[in-house]
């Protein structure tokens, strides 16, 4: 499957003549302040603008609780539809993807409570697992198994909120206050923290493997 | 400098780092190789947390197109999104004692200006678009400056200049519109629907942007009219009675049927229709929202043709003849096998 582009969107016809004027790239060089706030004062194109924006970054972080695609299509639905519900009554934003996050955490956390269904296999999300491919050739097949083993042992050894921390903070480049909030940590430090002792693991694990590799292909 | 004191988890962590390793970015990436050619010491650790960086990889699903595009088609189909609930004019919202000292300062600056210059033509960038749109459940009539009369149908708008008639006569259309075009051999009438163009003298044709199929398709009833392809050039003469679909770079000519033109005249027709045919039409004429329970089996189709009819009046006949029952509340009715 290709990834959806939003321009070639079928719906992008409509969206040309927008009933308030502004045209969808107006938006591009808005900071996430400014566009929160046209689209709560009412512009259709904003609301547009910002679907078409992070439609796809919501889709793989829902991805990371919930396998199933009707799932997580009827997450994203509801998030936009409490948004338009909620426009008049929403708080003020700097960060447009935080905000979405955090919504969209919740709704899907709150769906497996009702539920009552914590790991049923089918649907069970990614869970933040992350893998560590080399591209690199590599000549000797049995090297090639030891390092996949020790990448491997390496990366289980993280605990979920570690592998989580790493999404956020290196593929969605949340800050740390933001992470924080998602994590449900009071202080911004405590992430930091998490990062790191993350880090630290990692390396501990890792770098003699990464730094074998540097030496045989120079 | 802090870089030749850092371990691995270091650079792992810093910002720039990584914006350097990931994004290329040249800043970065100006200021990092000439640290690294300047400190070979730390320059082993720095290495090794790039490969590290480079190696890691997410897992997760990706979202279809098509995903994409019917979450936001069942959003727009929703009575929160109805059009009336955007009312976003402009940047700023100004208070209306400032609107009105600011209208009592235009207009008596423009009288000025107009005692002053007389009728001297407007410049070209104070051209002012005027647009004209149905939500679901709304079709209107329209009459153009030149006589032309427009049928806009529901879920659709037109926009077009306020210079519209005096040198030229061109609309951009999302949706559908049937166009009765008033004849004027020195301008001819053009639609606009994203790369195709439809362009007519004095003629009588229907412009469908058709969102299942992602075609536009033009029917023309009486006259002449040229479709073509902005990009490809590509064009095609139509006859009356004929029409063409303009899919994927392509022009299909065949003839129309009633049923391409019966909207405009308050007739909905079914031709063995699916159930979701018979669900999106009607909530698109009506603007109502139909929910399903228990859905009708593959095989379903349904013929029929009405003319000016309620909502109600379909409902009921369809229920006696498909045998569902159905439940209303207003905008929101439940059919159920």
């Known amino acids: ?218 | 400098m802090k870089y030749n004191q850092y371990d691995i988890e270091d650079f792992l962590a810093d910002k720039d780092f990584i914006s350097w390793i990931k994004e290329g970015d040249k800043e970065q990436s100006y200021f990092f190789s000439n640290w690294l050619d300047t400190n070979p010491d730390n320059k082993a650790k720095a290495l090794i947390a790039r490969e590290m960086l480079l190696a890691i990889k997410t897992e997760h699903l990706e979202a279809t197109q098509q995903e994409f595009d019917e979450v936001l088609e069942s959003l727009m189909k929703r009575k929160e999104y109805k059009v009336k609930h955007w009312d976003y004019r402009g940047n700023n919202p100004v208070i209306w004692w400032r609107w009105a000292a600011i209208i009592a300062f235009v207009f008596s600056l423009s009288f000025a200006l107009y005692w002053v210059d007389g009728n001297k033509p407007k410049a070209e960038d104070q051209i002012a678009y005027i647009t004209k749109g149905n939500e679901a459940g709304k079709r209107s009539q329209i009459m153009l400056p030149d006589g032309t009369k427009v049928f806009l149908n529901a879920c659709s708008n037109i926009k077009y200049s306020d210079h519209y008639g005096h040198k030229e006569r061109e609309i951009e259309l999302s949706g559908e519109a049937f166009f009765d075009v008033a004849e004027n051999k020195a301008s001819p009438f053009i639609v606009r629907t994203g790369d195709i163009y439809t362009r007519a003298l004095g003629t009588s044709f229907n412009v469908h942007v058709d969102g299942q199929q992602e075609g536009i398709i033009v029917s023309l009833v009486s006259g002449s009219v040229e479709v073509g392809h902005i990009n490809t050039r590509q064009k095609v003469q139509l006859k009356a009675g004929e029409k063409v679909n303009a899919i994927d770079e392509g022009l299909n000519k065949s003839h129309y049927a009633y049923k391409d033109i019966a909207w405009k005249d308050g007739v909905i027709v079914f031709e063995k229709a699916s159930f979701s045919e018979v669900q999106q039409t009607l909530e698109k004429w009506y603007g109502v929202t139909i929910e399903v329970i228990n859905s009708p089996g593959e095989g379903w189709q349904y013929s029929g043709m009405f003319k000016n009819s309620s909502l109600q009046l379909i409902i009921e006949r369809m229920s006696f003849t498909e045998r569902f029952n159905y439940e209303r509340k207003e905008d929101f009715i439940t059919i159920t096998f």
């Not at chain 1, 079928?10 to 045209?23: H, M, P, R, V, Y």
């Open chain 1, 1 to 218: 499957m290709t990834n959806p582009n939003p321009e070639a969107s079928i719906l992008s016809t409509i969206q040309e003549s927008a009933f308030d004027g502004n045209k969808e790239s107006d938006f591009v060089n808005k900071t996430d302040k400014e566009i929160w706030k046209a689209f709560k004062s009412g512009s259709e194109v904003a609301f547009i603008y910002i679907y078409r924006t992070y439609f796809n970054t919501l889709y793989r972080y829902a991805s990371q609780f919930c396998r199933d695609r009707d799932t997580i299509k009827d997450a994203i639905q509801d998030l936009f539809i409490e948004l338009l519900n909620k426009r008049n009554k929403l708080s003020d934003t700097t960060s447009i993807k935080f905000y979405l996050f955090k919504s969209i955490k919740i709704n899907l956390i709150s769906k497996f409570k009702v539920r009552k269904i914590d790991y049923y296999s089918e649907i069970k999300g990614f869970d933040f697992g992350f893998s560590m491919s080399v591209e690199e050739v590599i000549i000797n097949q049995q090297l090639d198994e030891d390092k996949k083993k020790r990448i491997a042992d390496a990366l289980q050894k993280l605990r979920r909120k570690q592998r989580e921390i790493i999404y956020y903070y290196y593929f969605e480049n949340l800050t740390f206050p933001e992470i924080a909030s998602l994590l449900n940590f009071s202080n911004p430090k405590s992430a930091q923290n998490l990062l790191y002792s993350a880090l630290t693991l990692l390396k501990e694990n890792l770098a003699i493997t990464f730094l074998l590799l540097r030496f045989i292909f120079r």
